[in-house]
């Protein structure tokens, strides 16, 4: 698919140097161009680019004031481009993906453009995976579980035999995933989704079939439909309707089911 790309540069003659440099690269559509911060606010809202290239020093608004007024969710993926190197480290703390300095080289944008790529296919993958699991429970429904059947997972206490991975079988394969790689696992219906550090994996299985594949001492069931790996949990975060989250070191939060709460403090 296309990546729809939009270029915010104040000089003429960079922006035309930068549409010559992703000519070569037949993926890259160039949807629109703006010559200031507040030009590229208005393209931002009307054209939704998934890319933008963004100049940091314009006059007005700059390019880290560009993204200081956009909402955290209308943030596209984001390279900088700037003439000066004191402020790579700015940029990527404005969450930006990369940054590329003038003049562009044509490797150097060769190797931003490839992150690129692989960052927007990796927001696909888990897109597709959050609207594959609530497609089979809207058709299946997801299972539900009585209060004697949460107690007795909360009172089991059998240890499974210790692995370093996680069998996971694919079409004519046998992935092996790390234990360490995996942070949670969701389910919806007949199948779960294993989230991963740089892929998810939906496979056709049921939570209490996956966890006798698990290591007790690493992974705790959280929820009906949660299981989360121990080692990813950084926080307990308790709302004010009483609700309790747990917080991961992704950023991730995922709700802590009265049934299965005791269970997960006693290991901790």
Known sequence: MPIRTLIVDDELLARRGMRARLAVHADIDIVGEASNGREALLLLNELRPDLMLLDIQMPGLGGFDVLRTLPEGEVPL???????????????????????????????????????????????????????????????????ISLDEALRNADETEIKPPNDWLPIKETGRTLRVPYDDIHWIDAAGDYVCVHTSANNYVIRAKMRELETNLDARRFQRVHRSTIVNLSHVRELRVQANGEQLLVLDSGQQLKLSRSYKNKVRMLH
């Open 78 to 144: 984001t390279v900088f481009v700037t003439a000066h190197d004191e402020f790579a480290l700015r940029a990527f703390e404005a969450n930006a993906l990369d940054y590329l300095l003038k003049p562009i080289g044509r490797k150097r944008l060769d190797e931003v453009l490839d992150r690129v790529r692989k960052e927007i296919a990796k927001r696909e993958s888990e897109s597709h995976c959050a609207r594959l699991l609530h497609l089979v429970g809207t058709l299946s429904g997801v299972p539900q």
